[in-house]
């Protein structure tokens, strides 16, 4: 059975995005070490869960022809994944999407993922959404956290796990680190 697999940068204070939704923290320590690891973890999937206010941000910037975008080199093999790749959108607001391959999900969260999960291809992945996170953990349909950790304290912002009641229980299965100082916590869940 394929996985769910969350990737999702925070500070070390626990934040997916500043008070404003902003990822500028993100931004600084970002290196092209860390765009390589990236893309290699995208190419172990094939299908990307976003919700609204990520598929915003993303489609916005990397829905482009990868030969003509003007982007830094080691970004290119990933835009070309991501343009690629299907993309399932979780959103109650939105009603199309513009961005190739991407579709919004006609059924339940928990319906949809765990038929995508069932049927044959690799791993899925969902970067930030936050609310497609705490959701689908909800219903224990996370195998996997990949957690970027930027050595970066906010003070406020949008946390992880806000809406998450009770104890989740993982397991961590590898750590990665990279010369900006981020580290990659990977957990499976138990």
Known sequence: MRKVIVSMNVTLDGFMAGPDCGLDWHFKSWNEEMARATAEQLGKADTILLGGVTYRGM?????????????P????????????YPKVVFSKKMTTVTWFNARIAQKDIGIEVAELKRQQGKDMIVYGSGKIVVALTKLGLVDEFRMWVHPVVIGCGKPVFKELAGILD????????FSSGVVILCYAVK
């Not at 489609?59 to 982007?71: F, G, L, S």
């Open 59 to 71: 489609a916005q910037y990397w829905n482009a022809d990868p030969v003509n975008m003007i982007r």
């Open 73 to 84: 080199r080691e970004d290119l093999d990933f835009a070309s994944m991501l343009n690629s």
């Open 170 to 177: 993982l397991e961590l299965v590898k750590t990665e680190v």
